[in-house]
Nanobody
Framework: QVQLVESGGGLEQPGGSLKLSCAAS????????MGWFRQAPGKQRELVAR???????NYADSVKGRFTISRDNAKNTVYLQMNGLKPEDTAVYYC?????????WGKGTLVTVSS
């Protein structure tokens, strides 16, 4: 059974930075496009960044220039470096295959941006 475990969230002030990690177990994800999704209170889950097996990246306009997705295939882990955080980035962040989620969703990691 595939497990996706997200970590690294927390409370950060506007303008601050956080780095999220997503560790996959039960399957090798190096051959798949992986993405970071987020779901804010009262809103639908949205894809904010994705990275192909070859390392090509793509970002939602709302995070472009501030967020960087990366992956370490040896560790079966995907990362999201978030800089210049804004209050509107507040959400629970999840990882999965992208753009369509192939695996069950993990618990996510909560990011709260507030002064």
């Amino acid at each position: 059974q595939v497990q996706l475990v997200e970590s690294g969230g927390g409370l950060e002030q506007p303008g601050g930075s956080l780095k999220l990690s997503c560790a996959a177990s039960g399957a090798i994800v190096s051959g798949y496009t992986m993405g970071w999704f987020r779901q804010a209170p009262g809103k639908q889950r949205e894809l904010v960044a994705r990275i192909t097996a070859g390392g090509r990246t793509n970002y939602a306009d709302s995070v472009k220039g501030r967020f960087t997705i990366s992956r370490d295939n040896a560790k079966n882990t995907v990362y999201l470096q978030m800089n210049g955080l804004k209050p509107e980035d507040t959400a629970v962040y999840y990882c999965n295959t992208a753009p369509s989620a192939m695996y069950s969703w993990g618990k996510g990691t909560l990011v709260t941006v507030s002064s």
